[in-house]
């Protein structure tokens, strides 16, 4: 059976990039996993669903609320705030 959610990563080690990927069914959780690569700095490849390939807003989209996500654990993290008050004051995904 397939996972609903694959997400095609690289991993830079020594000049050479190796290829990775993570499977999930929980949209949250692959949002959450895009969330620690843009943190790494990882290189994201590609996000499938149910096998197929997501359309380029589609994962776009995705990869902005992992992004925004990030952004309310930095912001949290600078403040000693939680995130509803984050998103309250700031407007992130809370």
Same mark, same amino acid.
């Given at each position: 059976m397939?996972?609903? @959610?694959? +997400? /095609? @990563? =690289? $991993?830079k080690?020594?000049?050479?990039?190796?290829? *990775?990927?993570?499977?999930t069914?929980?949209?949250?959780a692959?949002?959450q !996993?895009?969330? /620690?690569?843009? /943190?790494?700095? !990882?290189? $994201?490849? =590609?996000? #499938? *669903? &149910? =096998?197929?390939?997501?359309?380029?807003?589609?994962s776009?989209?995705? +990869?902005k609320?992992?992004?925004?996500?990030?952004?309310?654990? *930095? $912001?949290?993290? #600078?403040?000693? +705030?939680d995130? +509803? &008050?984050? *998103?309250?004051?700031?407007? #992130?995904p809370?």
């Amino acid at each position: 059976m397939l996972a609903k @959610y694959k +997400i /095609e @990563y =690289g $991993i830079k080690f020594h000049g050479h990039t190796q290829k *990775h990927h993570h499977l999930t069914d929980d949209p949250v959780a692959a949002e959450q !996993f895009l969330s /620690e690569l843009l /943190e790494r700095g !990882f290189q $994201i490849d =590609g996000v #499938s *669903h &149910e =096998g197929v390939p997501l359309p380029k807003n589609e994962s776009d989209r995705m +990869i902005k609320t992992a992004a925004g996500m990030l952004a309310t654990r *930095h $912001i949290c993290a #600078s403040l000693g +705030i939680d995130t +509803i &008050e984050a *998103h309250h004051r700031f407007g #992130s995904p809370a």
